[in-house]
């Protein structure tokens, strides 16, 4: 059954979650996440979404992992243990009942892959069905990110780009 | 400072043969992003996490790190290819990014189209690559301090 996969998939990430929340060394709470992040990107490789599971595996797992870890090794040891004050009671009342409103909401979501659903009626099959007339691109993923939506992706280089020149200023500024 | 913390010789093997197989898998992914999935920003994320990933364990001497830090001489160079070819079709009578109307002769819309999504991902890759090592080189404050000046 398709439950099989998902169910162990599900329980590990939360564990994963919960073990990056808990543990008391920041390292390894950042080894912890990288894991989470591979086994999200299974999720999404599940899901038939292969392009954002590339993405989660190399960011997510690699690049994002070697920030946090660059940016320990430049603190002191002590300042990488940290104390976790318990949390405060009103907050272990109210979480889990949001938590319980989300999955009531979550039943009124469509169904996964369902055609009819609004995000696959409006402008999805003009997409899919014009994609490889239009620009020879197989891939509709790349070809909705390059050119149907291209202006966004224009946008998203340029925060690629500020956040890359952001660093530089803030950082680069101490040791000078 | 990053001084090539690994002096095991099972690590440096290894990396001196993953740097290059990620680069080149990295290419694949960026110019084959059109038919399988990938394309321009995993492709400077996976180039970036090589370049890193050698000068983690090579350390700051190393040709890896600096082929990285010749690499920052490029910022920005991405998000220009990018706007570049915006203007080009702006040039030929279209709107901007509309690669349909970008002046190339003897390519027809679609061909016109397929070109302008290869070379804008180009252009993605190359931000992101510079980007992502630059944030490396920030963050590890020492590594940069007289190199890339000079």
């Known amino acids: 059954m398709t439950y099989s996969f998902e169910l162990p998939l599900l329980a590990l990430l939360i564990l994963t979650a919960a073990g990056a929340m808990i543990v008391k060394e920041l390292i390894s709470a950042v080894l912890i996440l990288g894991a989470y992040s591979f086994f999200l990107a299974l999720v999404w490789a599940w899901l038939g979404a292969a392009d954002v599971a590339f993405v989660e595996a190399v960011v997510g797992a690699g690049l994002a992992t070697v920030f946090f870890l660059l940016t320990l090794s430049q603190t002191s040891p002590e300042d990488t243990r940290i104390r976790r004050p318990p949390p405060p009671i009103i907050a272990v009342i109210a979480l889990p009942l949001l938590g319980l409103l989300l999955l009531y909401a979550a039943n009124d979501l469509p169904a996964f892959g369902d055609p009819g659903s609004p995000a696959s009626v409006h402008v999805s099959p003009h997409y899919i069905e014009n994609s490889l007339a239009d620009t020879r691109t197989p891939n509709v993923v790349t070809s909705v990110l390059m050119d149907y939506r291209v202006l966004d992706t224009l946008i998203e280089t340029v925060v690629v780009f500020t956040s890359g020149i952001a660093c530089w200023l803030l950082l680069r500024r101490d040791a000078e | ?150």
Do not use: H, W
Request: include cysteine; glycine fraction near 14%.
């Open chain 2, 1 to 150: 400072m990053i001084e090539a913390p690994f002096g095991s010789v099972i690590v440096r093997r290894t990396a001196s043969l993953l740097v290059s197989l990620v680069q080149l898998f990295a290419l694949y992914v960026l110019f084959f992003g059109q038919y399988g999935p990938g394309g321009g920003f995993v492709a400077g994320v996976m180039i970036a996490a090589s370049l890193v990933f050698g000068l983690l364990v090579f350390g700051e001497s190393s040709p890896t790190a600096q082929r990285a830090t010749r690499l920052l001489a490029g910022d920005g160079v991405g998000l220009l290819l990018f706007v570049a070819v915006g203007g080009l079709c702006l040039i030929g009578g279209g709107e901007f990014l509309n690669y349909s109307q970008a002046p190339i002769p003897g390519l027809d819309g679609p061909a016109r189209r397929y070109l302008g999504i290869l070379m804008t991902q180009v252009g993605v890759a190359l931000d992101v690559a510079v980007a992502a090592v630059s944030i490396v080189f920030s963050l590890s404050r020492d590594v940069a301090a007289g190199k890339t000046d000079a």
